[in-house]
T-cell receptor
Framework: GAVVSQHPSRVICKSGTSVKIECRSLDFQATTMFWYRQFPKQSLMLMATSNEGSKATYEQGVEKDKFLINHASLTLSTLTVTSAHPEDSSFYIC??????????FGDGTRLSIL | GENVEQHPSTLSVQEGDSAVIKCTYSDSASNYFPWYKQELGKRPQLIIDIRSNVGEKKDQRIAVTLNKTAKHFSLHITETQPEDSAVYFCENTGNQFYFGTGTSLTVIP
């Protein structure tokens, strides 16, 4: 079945570092990719929706200059957390979907900023 | 604005009982309604979905019902087991995409 690969699975870095997370759809072309953030024991919070070749649509309250999203192809989207600070520590998860298809989620990235 | 409301946010049931989670939407263009299950520490995964031309779909102990007139769809889990304990998310998609806020289900042995 469809698989979404997300890397890295875990990142620990110093405050001020920029971190890039990749999300790849391995055996299907994703018309749309989504980026979520999840705090412990809380729901998935949608951050942005990304369509190939166009600018991402950010949810209210999400800083687009802080969380840069690039959807360069139908199989790859990247999220870059720029100048990360401890409050950015969280679990970030991506998903990809085709038209009127369910989302296929990546395994997530645990980001820890020291 | 248009969105999807998911209830309840938490649900505890005794093993063997049924669990029902309901989502209410407002976008009349919605035509695809999947449900996802996220076990602790794992990715959400599709468990069942339904399209707007069908009123009910069943897969073993799991069923989804859709009422397009009332604009709500529900997940039904019968004969619940401890391994059903997880967070469940609804979604509806049409011209736009809407994701529910999740329901934490606990099945008590």
């Amino acid at each position: 079945g469809a698989v979404v690969s997300q890397h890295p699975s875990r990142v620990i870095c110093k405050s001020g570092t920029s971190v890039k997370i990749e999300c790849r759809s391995l055996d299907f072309q994703a018309t749309t990719m989504f980026w979520y953030r999840q705090f412990p024991k809380q729901s998935l919070m949608l951050m942005a929706t990304s369509n190939e070749g166009s600018k991402a649509t950010y949810e209210q309250g999400v800083e687009k200059d802080k969380f840069l999203i690039n959807h360069a192809s139908l199989t790859l989207s990247t999220l870059t957390v720029t100048s990360a600070h401890p409050e950015d520590s969280s679990f970030y998860i991506c998903s990809a979907r085709g038209l009127l298809q369910p989302q296929h989620f990546g395994d997530g990235t645990r980001l820890s900023i020291l | 604005g248009e969105n999807v409301e998911q209830h309840p946010s938490t649900l505890s049931v005794q093993e063997g009982d049924s669990a029902v989670i309901k989502c209410t939407y407002s976008d009349s263009a919605s035509n695809y309604f999947p449900w996802y299950k996220q076990e602790l520490g794992k990715r959400p995964q599709l468990i069942i979905d339904i399209r707007s031309n069908v009123g009910e779909k069943k897969d073993q102990r799991i069923a989804v019902t859709l009422n397009k007139t009332a604009k709500h769809f529900s997940l039904h889990i019968t004969e619940t087991q401890p391994e059903d304990s997880a967070v469940y998310f609804c979604e509806n998609t049409g011209n736009q995409f809407y994701f529910g806020t999740g329901t934490s289900l606990t099945v008590i042995p």
